[in-house]
C-alpha cells in the first residue's frame, strides 16, 4: 500500500468513525451498541448468516455482541460476503470472548465505534493467523549469494487488513574466521523485510541470532521465509525457528 492508499483509507476510517458518533447522538445511545433487529443464525464456530444482502450495513472491523442463553459475548467483522439468499459474517472473539455455539442467537448488537460500552480496543487485538516452523538438524552454506535457509518457511492467510509480526531465530556459527552470516526475512518474491548479520571471530564460535520484522498488510496468503549468506567460507547453523502470526489492526 503507497502512501495515497494509506491516506485514503484513514480518510475512510475516520469518516466511519464521525458516522458512529453521529448515529450514536441521533440514537441518544451512549453504549456505541446499535439493536440489529434481525435474525442472526449460527453456521459455524466462527460465523453467522443473515437473511438477504447486507454487506451495506455491516463491514470488517465493526464489533457485535449477542447472547446464547447467558451473558452477552463480543466478537470483531474479520470478513462479510453475500451469496443469495444469505449474507455470511465471519467473526473472532474480543473481550475474552469464545467461539459461537451451535445454538440460537438472541439479542444481537452491532457498533461502529472506536470503543463502544464492554470493549477496550488494547485487548481487542485478535489474532487472525499463525504459523511456525522450526528445525534441529544442521545445514550449511558456503555462497555468498542470499539462498534459503532449509525448512524455514512459513505461510499465513490474512483475511483483512492487519498486523503481522514476524520472528526468527537461529544458532549460528561459521568455519571461517572473521566472516559475516546474514539472517533474512523475507516475502514469497525474496523482498528483504529484515536483515541481521553476526560477525564471527573463531571456529568454535555460536551466536543467537534473533530477528524481527512487524508491519501492517493488507488480506492475501503470504509465505515469508529465512534466508542466509556468508561474506566468506562456510556458515553453519543447528538449531532455528521461525513464526509469524497476523493481528486485527
Known sequence: MNALERMVREQESLARRIRAIETRIQQNDPSGWV????????????????????TDRYQTGDYLKLKQGGAFLHYQVT??????????????????????????????????????????????AAVLDYKSATATDGTSTNSTEMVD??????????SQDALVLIIAHANMRTDTQGAWIRLVITDSDNNELSVRGNRQTAVANNSETVTTVAFQAISANKTYKLRWNVSAGTGTTGNRAIWAVAFTR
Open 79 to 124: 470478513e462479510i460476503s453475500y451469496s443469495s439468499p444469505n449474507t455470511t459474517v465471519t467473526i473472532v472473539p474480543v473481550a475474552g470472548g469464545s467461539a459461537l455455539a451451535n445454538a440460537a442467537i438472541t439479542d444481537s448488537y452491532y457498533s461502529k465505534a472506536y470503543s463502544p460500552q464492554g470493549i477496550s480496543p488494547e485487548a481487542t
Open 35 to 54: 439493536a440489529a433487529g434481525e435474525t442472526w443464525t449460527y453456521a459455524s464456530s466462527t460465523t453467522f448468516t443473515i437473511d438477504g444482502d447486507q
Open 149 to 158: 535457509l532449509d525448512s524455514m518457511s512459513v505461510s499465513i492467510t490474512v
